[in-house]
Protein backbone atom coordinates (compact mmCIF):
# COMPACT_ATOMS: atom_id res chain seq x y z
CA UNK A 1 0.00 0.00 0.00
CA UNK A 2 1.23 3.02 -1.11
CA UNK A 3 1.08 6.02 1.86
CA UNK A 4 0.14 9.36 -0.07
CA UNK A 5 -0.22 12.96 0.99
CA UNK A 6 -2.07 15.81 -1.57
CA UNK A 7 -1.07 19.21 -1.03
CA UNK A 8 -3.09 21.85 -2.39
CA UNK A 9 -5.99 19.20 -2.42
CA UNK A 10 -8.66 22.33 -2.98
CA UNK A 11 -7.65 23.19 -6.36
CA UNK A 12 -8.81 21.84 -9.75
CA UNK A 13 -5.83 19.41 -9.80
CA UNK A 14 -5.96 18.47 -6.14
CA UNK A 15 -9.85 17.57 -6.26
CA UNK A 16 -9.80 15.56 -9.30
CA UNK A 17 -6.29 13.38 -7.37
CA UNK A 18 -8.19 13.06 -4.38
CA UNK A 19 -10.83 11.58 -5.83
CA UNK A 20 -8.69 9.25 -8.59
CA UNK A 21 -6.04 7.82 -5.48
CA UNK A 22 -9.26 7.11 -3.41
CA UNK A 23 -10.29 4.69 -6.43
CA UNK A 24 -7.46 3.20 -6.99
CA UNK A 25 -6.27 0.01 -5.43
CA UNK A 26 -2.90 -0.05 -3.87
CA UNK A 27 -2.98 3.43 -2.36
CA UNK A 28 -4.03 4.75 0.96
CA UNK A 29 -4.40 8.51 1.09
CA UNK A 30 -3.62 9.31 4.69
CA UNK A 31 -3.85 13.53 4.53
CA UNK A 32 -4.69 16.32 2.36
CA UNK A 33 -3.50 19.79 2.91
CA UNK A 34 -3.44 23.44 1.39
CA UNK A 35 -1.53 26.33 2.62
CA UNK A 36 -3.72 26.67 5.58
CA UNK A 37 -1.36 23.32 7.00
CA UNK A 38 2.47 23.35 7.96
CA UNK A 39 3.18 21.02 5.44
CA UNK A 40 6.70 20.39 7.57
CA UNK A 41 4.56 18.94 10.39
CA UNK A 42 2.28 17.27 8.48
CA UNK A 43 4.74 14.75 6.55
CA UNK A 44 6.28 13.87 9.68
CA UNK A 45 3.14 13.61 11.65
CA UNK A 46 1.67 11.22 8.74
CA UNK A 47 4.59 9.57 7.31
CA UNK A 48 3.40 9.43 3.83
CA UNK A 49 5.84 7.43 1.16
CA UNK A 50 4.62 9.61 -1.39
CA UNK A 51 3.72 13.34 -1.21
CA UNK A 52 1.96 15.08 -4.28
CA UNK A 53 1.91 18.54 -4.58
CA UNK A 54 -0.75 20.49 -6.90
CA UNK A 55 -0.13 24.07 -4.76
CA UNK A 56 0.76 27.09 -6.18
CA UNK A 57 3.78 27.72 -8.63
CA UNK A 58 5.32 30.32 -6.64
CA UNK A 59 5.84 27.17 -3.33
CA UNK A 60 7.14 24.49 -5.73
CA UNK A 61 10.38 24.79 -4.81
CA UNK A 62 10.05 24.99 -1.15
CA UNK A 63 7.96 22.36 -0.78
CA UNK A 64 9.99 19.97 -2.59
CA UNK A 65 13.18 20.49 -0.51
CA UNK A 66 10.79 20.05 2.83
CA UNK A 67 9.08 16.76 1.07
CA UNK A 68 12.62 15.70 0.62
CA UNK A 69 14.06 16.92 3.84
CA UNK A 70 11.20 14.55 5.57
CA UNK A 71 12.15 11.69 3.88
CA UNK A 72 9.00 11.40 1.33
CA UNK A 73 8.98 11.28 -2.11
CA UNK A 74 7.86 14.42 -4.48
CA UNK A 75 5.88 14.43 -6.90
CA UNK A 76 5.28 17.58 -8.06
CA UNK A 77 3.11 19.11 -10.62
CA UNK A 78 3.55 22.80 -10.46
CA UNK A 79 5.93 24.77 -12.54
CA UNK A 80 8.46 27.77 -12.44
CA UNK A 81 11.32 25.96 -11.21
CA UNK A 82 14.64 27.44 -12.37
CA UNK A 83 17.41 25.16 -13.25
CA UNK A 84 19.70 26.01 -10.44
CA UNK A 85 16.77 24.98 -8.05
CA UNK A 86 16.24 21.45 -10.19
CA UNK A 87 19.82 21.32 -9.82
CA UNK A 88 20.23 21.48 -6.03
CA UNK A 89 16.99 19.45 -5.00
CA UNK A 90 18.47 16.67 -7.30
CA UNK A 91 22.05 16.86 -5.33
CA UNK A 92 18.87 16.67 -1.95
CA UNK A 93 16.88 13.96 -3.76
CA UNK A 94 20.65 11.67 -4.03
CA UNK A 95 22.12 12.45 -0.66
CA UNK A 96 18.66 10.95 0.87
CA UNK A 97 18.45 8.53 -1.85
CA UNK A 98 14.92 9.42 -2.61
CA UNK A 99 12.89 9.18 -6.06
CA UNK A 100 10.59 12.08 -7.00
CA UNK A 101 9.29 13.58 -9.97
CA UNK A 102 8.93 17.42 -10.97
CA UNK A 103 6.14 17.11 -13.88
CA UNK A 104 5.70 20.24 -16.01
CA UNK A 105 2.36 17.50 -17.27
CA UNK A 106 1.32 14.39 -16.39
CA UNK A 107 -0.80 13.51 -19.63
CA UNK A 108 0.47 10.48 -21.27
CA UNK A 109 -0.25 12.18 -24.65
CA UNK A 110 1.14 15.31 -23.94
CA UNK A 111 4.23 13.72 -22.77
CA UNK A 112 4.37 11.65 -26.16
CA UNK A 113 4.18 14.84 -27.75
CA UNK A 114 7.05 16.36 -26.67
CA UNK A 115 9.30 13.01 -26.83
CA UNK A 116 8.08 12.86 -30.61
CA UNK A 117 8.81 16.23 -31.06
CA UNK A 118 12.26 16.83 -30.39
CA UNK A 119 12.77 13.02 -32.61
CA UNK A 120 11.31 15.21 -35.78
CA UNK A 121 13.08 18.35 -34.84
CA UNK A 122 16.13 16.27 -36.19
CA UNK A 123 14.80 16.22 -39.67
CA UNK A 124 12.62 19.74 -39.43
CA UNK A 125 14.69 22.23 -37.44
CA UNK A 126 12.19 25.28 -37.63
CA UNK A 127 10.27 24.91 -35.07
CA UNK A 128 7.79 26.84 -33.35
CA UNK A 129 5.34 26.33 -30.39
CA UNK A 130 1.87 27.85 -29.57
CA UNK A 131 0.10 27.01 -26.32
CA UNK A 132 -3.36 28.35 -24.58
CA UNK A 133 -4.23 27.29 -21.40
CA UNK A 134 -7.96 28.84 -19.42
CA UNK A 135 -7.10 32.35 -18.01
CA UNK A 136 -6.93 31.06 -14.96
CA UNK A 137 -3.01 29.52 -15.19
CA UNK A 138 -0.53 31.62 -13.81
CA UNK A 139 2.49 31.31 -15.81
CA UNK A 140 3.22 31.91 -19.20
CA UNK A 141 4.88 29.94 -21.32
CA UNK A 142 3.29 26.89 -19.49
CA UNK A 143 5.81 24.57 -17.85
CA UNK A 144 4.64 21.58 -20.96
CA UNK A 145 5.88 24.49 -23.50
CA UNK A 146 9.18 25.50 -21.89
CA UNK A 147 9.92 21.24 -21.66
CA UNK A 148 9.19 20.70 -24.80
CA UNK A 149 11.13 23.63 -26.29
CA UNK A 150 14.09 22.22 -23.67
CA UNK A 151 13.84 18.55 -25.39
CA UNK A 152 14.36 19.67 -29.05
CA UNK A 153 17.04 22.09 -28.35
CA UNK A 154 19.47 19.41 -26.88
CA UNK A 155 18.73 17.93 -30.79
CA UNK A 156 18.59 21.58 -32.30
CA UNK A 157 20.60 24.87 -31.57
CA UNK A 158 20.33 28.92 -32.75
CA UNK A 159 16.78 27.80 -34.51
CA UNK A 160 16.36 30.57 -37.37
CA UNK A 161 12.29 30.63 -37.32
CA UNK A 162 10.24 33.62 -38.54
CA UNK A 163 8.02 35.64 -35.99
CA UNK A 164 4.36 33.88 -36.85
CA UNK A 165 1.91 36.89 -37.26
CA UNK A 166 -1.11 35.97 -34.81
CA UNK A 167 -2.34 37.91 -32.21
CA UNK A 168 -1.63 36.07 -29.02
CA UNK A 169 -1.30 36.82 -25.53
CA UNK A 170 2.14 36.33 -25.03
CA UNK A 171 5.58 35.27 -27.65
CA UNK A 172 9.05 34.41 -26.03
CA UNK A 173 11.93 32.92 -27.31
CA UNK A 174 12.90 29.93 -24.84
CA UNK A 175 15.90 27.53 -25.64
CA UNK A 176 15.84 29.35 -29.31
CA UNK A 177 12.20 28.20 -30.05
CA UNK A 178 9.54 30.55 -30.26
CA UNK A 179 6.85 30.12 -28.20
CA UNK A 180 3.42 31.38 -28.70
CA UNK A 181 1.00 31.42 -25.12
CA UNK A 182 -2.94 31.80 -25.18
CA UNK A 183 -4.64 32.37 -21.71
CA UNK A 184 -8.51 32.61 -22.64
CA UNK A 185 -12.04 31.29 -21.04
CA UNK A 186 -12.56 28.15 -22.89
CA UNK A 187 -9.56 26.25 -23.03
CA UNK A 188 -7.87 23.44 -20.05
CA UNK A 189 -4.89 22.76 -22.34
CA UNK A 190 -3.82 22.44 -25.82
CA UNK A 191 -0.71 22.80 -27.41
CA UNK A 192 0.46 22.76 -31.05
CA UNK A 193 4.46 21.98 -32.46
CA UNK A 194 5.08 23.43 -35.75
CA UNK A 195 7.83 22.12 -38.11
CA UNK A 196 8.13 24.08 -41.16
CA UNK A 197 10.24 23.32 -44.39
CA UNK A 198 10.30 24.20 -47.84
CA UNK A 199 7.06 23.14 -49.44
CA UNK A 200 5.54 21.42 -45.91
CA UNK A 201 4.52 21.96 -42.85
CA UNK A 202 4.40 19.52 -39.90
CA UNK A 203 2.48 19.85 -36.80
CA UNK A 204 1.76 18.20 -34.00
CA UNK A 205 -1.43 18.79 -31.76
CA UNK A 206 -2.28 17.69 -28.22
CA UNK A 207 -5.87 18.53 -26.65
CA UNK A 208 -7.05 18.20 -23.33
CA UNK A 209 -10.76 18.47 -22.63
CA UNK A 210 -10.74 16.64 -19.40
CA UNK A 211 -8.56 17.08 -16.53
CA UNK A 212 -9.03 13.25 -15.60
CA UNK A 213 -6.39 12.63 -18.65
CA UNK A 214 -3.94 13.44 -15.92
CA UNK A 215 -4.56 10.79 -13.45
CA UNK A 216 -2.81 8.05 -15.30
CA UNK A 217 0.44 9.99 -15.33
CA UNK A 218 0.29 11.00 -11.62
CA UNK A 219 -0.51 7.22 -10.58
CA UNK A 220 2.53 5.89 -12.72
CA UNK A 221 4.37 8.58 -11.33
CA UNK A 222 3.69 7.46 -7.72
CA UNK A 223 4.48 3.73 -8.26
CA UNK A 224 7.95 4.96 -9.92
CA UNK A 225 9.27 7.46 -7.37
CA UNK A 226 9.52 4.21 -5.25
CA UNK A 227 11.74 2.44 -7.54
CA UNK A 228 14.22 4.94 -7.55
CA UNK A 229 16.68 7.21 -5.57
CA UNK A 230 17.06 10.68 -6.95
CA UNK A 231 14.68 13.72 -8.57
CA UNK A 232 13.95 13.90 -11.92
CA UNK A 233 12.66 15.85 -14.22
CA UNK A 234 9.85 15.25 -17.11
CA UNK A 235 7.36 12.20 -16.75
CA UNK A 236 9.19 11.65 -20.21
CA UNK A 237 11.82 9.63 -17.88
CA UNK A 238 9.10 7.20 -16.32
CA UNK A 239 8.30 5.66 -19.91
Known amino acids: MIRVLINGYTGRMGIITKKALLKENGFELVKCT ?9 IIRHQPDVVIDFSLASLGYKNTKIILECGSRPVIGTSGFTQAQVDELLVLSKEKALGGLIAPNFSLGAVLMM ?29 TAIRTAELISSVIHDVGSKQTK ?29 FGSKGEVLKLTHSTSDRESFMAGVILSCKEVLKRKQLYYGLENFL
Not at 34 to 42: F, G, K, P, V, W
Request: no cysteine.
Open 115 to 143: IYSAKIAKYFPNVEIVEAHSIQKEDSPSG
Open 34 to 42: NSQHDLRAE
Open 166 to 194: IKLSQDVNVHGIKIHSIRMDGFIAKQSVL
